[in-house]
């Protein structure tokens, strides 16, 4: 099954590129759920919500809708003392979770997350905390990519996410590979000039794919989505509505 969404959605500056003028911000998701089948919910990175909040968003979309969750920061950037930040993210969780409507979380950890048995382990002691809930990792340094780190993501049944991104030094290249039953894939734009020199943090988003860059995608996409159960694939490039665009474009192309 595949699912096809963005990463977050509600912005301000998709008003008018694609929420209707006038739409109030309460009728933003059920608008969004008429046309995709998931979203990446990224605003559990910088906040736990209230689950009368969570509780909400299940009800504002239709059966076979599922979330994703972005850990929260301190479980990914800070990593000291945070036991307490994993017991109340799964806590919130709950009325997704209940709804049926959980498709994973996701770890984005940052690219100071090098490769090194201190932080090996502490992925172990990260899926450790969150149970029996499916979890997918997204390494922003290109030195995790080896393939004894592969075989035990596959043996720990942690999902890799694949991800397309400017083609600069130790970052990630375009690789798609599915370690557990997870297929997952972040198309982040490939703005090379503000992905380290930025005033807002929005600027390393900004980018709009061409149908030829997303073409590179379609047979990754198409592997993956032959080897997971479920395969999500996302748009990160929110700046202005493009996400929305790309994954049209990607929608008609894989059909």
């Not at 969404?5 to 008018?16: N, Q, R």
């Not at 149908?211 to 700046?239: G, M, R, V, Y």
Request: charged share 20%.
């Amino acid at each position: 099954m595949m699912y096809l969404g963005t990463s977050g959605f509600s912005y301000e500056d998709w008003v008018g590129n694609f929420y209707p003028m006038g739409m109030p911000k309460a009728e933003w998701l059920t608008y969004y759920a008429g046309e995709f089948n998931t979203c990446e919910v990224n605003s559990t990175f910088y906040a736990l919500p209230k689950p009368s909040n969570l509780k909400a968003m299940a009800a504002k979309t239709g059966d076979g809708f599922l979330f994703c969750f972005k850990a929260n920061q301190e479980m990914t950037h800070q990593r000291d003392d945070n036991a307490h930040v994993f017991e109340a993210f799964c806590q919130v969780l709950q009325p997704i979770i209940t709804a049926g409507k959980l498709g994973c979380i996701l770890a984005q950890f940052p690219y100071s997350f090098g490769f090194n048995r201190r932080n090996w382990e502490y992925l172990s002691l990260f899926k450790e905390r969150l149970g029996e809930l499916p979890l997918v990792v997204e390494f922003r340094n290109a030195r995790w990519l080896r393939s004894e780190v592969f075989d035990w993501l596959r043996h720990q049944e942690l999902g890799f996410c694949c991800v397309d991104e400017p083609r600069l030094p130790n970052l990630l290249p375009p690789l798609a590979e599915a370690t557990s039953k997870i297929g997952y894939v972040r198309f982040h734009g490939r703005n090379s000039a503000k992905w380290w020199q930025h005033e807002q943090a929005y600027e390393r988003y900004d980018y709009s794919y061409t149908p030829q860059e997303l073409s590179e995608w379609l047979p990754k996409i198409q592997k993956l989505d032959s080897i997971a159960e479920k395969t999500f694939i996302f748009a990160n490039n929110h700046w202005r509505g493009q996400a929305v665009s790309t994954i049209r474009q990607l929608r008609v192309m894989l059909d």
